[in-house]
Nanobody, 114 residues
Framework: QVQFVESGGDLVQPGGSLNLSCVST????????MGWYRQVLGKERELVAR???????FYADSVAGRFTISGDSAKNTVYLQMRSLKPDDTAVYYC????????WGQGTQVTVSP
């Protein structure tokens, strides 16, 4: 079964940047594209960025203008560039195909703190 492996999370100061990566263990072709999600303990997981097969992107209002999603199909990898990070961006970040039953990976922790 396909699995997603997220990496790149770290502790960073407000205003800093991080680049997250998500590698799929198999080549995926999905009409729903790929998405980056985040979850804070005790809250629901939320979609923050999505890219479809044609390269069109969508961003949650909370990250628009600061985050950029991109993909490299040859490497089975989706990226999330994060800029001007805020404490509210602190969460575990996951990738997955929107609306799919694929199990979630372990995610990668992003902590934004002075």
């Amino acid at each position: 079964q396909v699995q997603f492996v997220e990496s790149g999370g770290d502790l960073v100061q407000p205003g800093g940047s991080l680049n997250l990566s998500c590698v799929s263990t198999e080549t995926i072709v999905s009409r729903n594209g790929m998405g980056w999600y985040r979850q804070v303990l005790g809250k629901e997981r939320e979609l923050v960025a999505r890219i479809n097969n044609g390269g069109k992107t969508f961003y949650a209002d909370s990250v628009a203008g600061r985050f950029t999603i991109s993909g490299d199909s040859a490497k089975n990898t989706v990226y999330l560039q994060m800029r001007s990070l805020k404490p509210d961006d602190t969460a575990v970040y996951y990738c997955n195909i929107p609306f799919s039953p694929i199990p979630w990976g372990q995610g990668t922790q992003v902590t934004v703190s002075p």
